[in-house]
T-cell receptor, first 116, second 111 residues
């Protein structure tokens, strides 16, 4: 069964460093998403991406963050100048469609980011 | 008013019984509703989705949607210890692409 994959599973970085989290969405899906979950808190939307551009973003997704689809399979989240409060699980998700509501998002296993 | 609300639990149910999980949401036009299961330290796993008023059944799971009362529920029949997890309710308001999650309800099935 097709699934979303993410690498690395765990990333440790020092405050102020840049990190890139990688995702391979399900192959026939067109919409890609990043969510994060701080330990003990709810899952929060960061950004959605369609047709090589951001289609929606949250207030969390400020200039510190960027997304890219560098090739036909990978989807990346870059976090510049990491802060302690960026420590969280970051989930990539993908779906066949997007707006209209009748679509399911499938989540990858996540990358645990620890900023020290 | 919070957009998506769930009782955080924990909810304890004996093995073999029916577990009932509830979620309320803000009414902002058309919506779709999704139930995810999340084991500790793992990612959300899609269980059910429902778009129309009424019941939708899939195996041991039944999703119920009541738009007039603004709630959606998930019933798990014949509960198994492996059903012990946090259940996340997520709402997609049409016109947006994001899912808005509730805080989740922690369910424990007691053998």
């Amino acid at each position: 069964e097709p699934e979303v994959t993410q690498t690395p599973s765990h990333q440790v970085t020092q405050m102020g460093q840049e990190v890139i989290l990688r995702c391979v969405p399900i192959s026939n899906h067109l919409y890609f998403y990043w969510y994060r979950q701080i330990l003990g808190q709810k899952v929060e939307f960061l950004v959605s991406f369609y047709n090589n551009e951001i289609s929606e973003k949250s207030e969390i997704f400020d200039d510190q963050f960027s997304v890219e689809r560098p090739d036909g399979s990978n989807f990346t989240l870059k976090i510049r100048s990491t802060k302690l409060e960026d420590s969280a699980m970051y989930f990539c998700a993908s779906s066949e469609q997007g707006t209209g509501g009748e679509d399911e998002q499938y989540f990858g296993p996540g990358t645990r980011l620890t900023v020290t | 008013q919070k957009e998506v609300e769930q009782n955080s639990g924990p909810l304890s149910v004996p093995e073999g019984a029916i577990a009932s999980l509830n979620c309320t949401y803000s009414d902002r036009g058309s919506q779709s509703f999704f139930w995810y299961r999340q084991y500790s330290g793992k990612s959300p796993e899609l269980i059910m989705f429902i778009y129309s008023n009424g019941d939708k059944e899939d195996g041991r799971f039944t999703a119920q949607l009541n738009k007039a009362s603004q709630y959606v529920s998930l019933l798990i029949r014949d509960s198994q210890p492996s059903d012990s997890a946090t259940y996340l309710c997520a709402v997609n308001w049409w016109g947006n692409e994001k899912l808005t999650f509730g805080t989740g309800t922690r369910l424990t099935i007691i053998p």
